[in-house]
């Protein structure tokens, strides 16, 4: 495969994201793929309350002030999204996520749905792998939010457009072996501590020495009250104390 790159890299392939590889790939939208796995880590978890984000504010430079870092974002009152790869991609993203939602709502009178919200922004995401002089955004978002009739939807999107539903999901560095914790530990019907705790036992073992519940940024959407809130630091550690 690393020698089908080099070989597809030689030919050009890879100089624009309009151009398919002879096996069918866009390489542009792979390397993309890779810039997210370089990304701090994002959970996402539907809990019996309602849906959890939570994610590593992980500083390039030490002198930072932790609370300009912001990888949380609220897109509505009944709709949040945490980014990872490219921030500066992502906060593009979330500002056209917010005006579509606000859109609808003067519109409608209405909250946007969920996944009327995730399709719209996985179009964008998908036109821009398909544009001359264009790249694809190099970012995947969490989308995690309570629709007017109480069901609790959480979305995953790629660089390519694509999106997929989940009950609980990782994107960012240590995807794959947060997920597989998940993918064990994870269970229907789960409370919010409960998806909390696990959330941080799974950041806890993959980042290791790494790990600081400092930088660590959480928000909830509840079923009840279909209501966006940040998570305070001190619920967080009371929650896993």
């Known amino acids: 495969m690393e020698q089908e790159t080099v070989n597809h890299q030689m030919m050009g392939y890879d100089r624009t994201s309009t151009m398919f590889?002879?096996?069918?790939?866009?390489?542009?939208?792979?390397?993309?793929k890779k810039t997210i796995r370089q990304?701090?880590?994002a959970?996402?978890?539907?809990?019996?309350?309602?849906?959890?984000?939570?994610?590593?504010?992980?500083?390039?430079?030490?002198?930072?002030?932790?609370?300009s870092v912001e990888k949380l974002f609220q897109i509505d009152g009944h709709l949040g999204a945490t980014i990872s790869g490219f921030v500066s991609d992502g906060r593009i993203l979330i500002e056209k996520a917010r005006i579509r939602a606000q859109q609808h709502r003067v519109t409608y009178d209405e909250p946007i749905d969920?996944?009327?919200?995730?399709?719209?922004?996985?179009?964008?995401?998908?036109?821009?792998?398909?544009?001359?002089?264009?790249?694809?955004?190099?970012?995947s978002i969490l989308f995690g939010g309570v629709d007017e009739d109480g069901e609790s939807k959480l979305f995953a999107t790629e660089p390519s457009g694509i999106f997929f539903q989940y009950k609980a999901v990782a994107i960012g560095e240590g995807e794959v072996e947060v997920s597989n914790?998940?993918?064990?530990?994870?269970?229907?019907?789960?409370?919010?501590?409960?998806?909390?705790?696990?959330a941080m036992r799974a950041l806890r073992k993959v980042l290791?020495?790494?790990?600081?519940?400092?930088?660590?940024?959480?928000?909830?959407?509840?079923?009840?009250?279909k209501k966006y809130r940040k998570i305070e630091l001190n619920e967080l550690k009371k929650i896993i104390k």
């Open 39 to 41: 990304g701090s880590t």
């Open 43 to 67: 959970i996402g978890m539907v809990c019996k309350e309602g849906v959890l984000l939570l994610t590593d504010k992980r500083f390039a430079n030490r002198l930072i002030v932790g609370e």
């Open 208 to 225: 290791g020495k790494d790990f600081d519940i400092n930088r660590i940024s959480a928000a909830f959407v509840g079923v009840d009250d």
């Open 114 to 139: 969920v996944l009327e919200l995730v399709r719209g922004i996985c179009d964008m995401k998908q036109w821009f792998t398909q544009v001359g002089g264009a790249r694809p955004f190099g970012v």
């Open 181 to 198: 914790i998940l993918d064990k530990e994870y269970k229907d019907g789960m409370s919010f501590n409960e998806g909390i705790s696990l």
């Open 21 to 32: 590889s002879p096996d069918g790939r866009l390489l542009q939208v792979e390397y993309a």
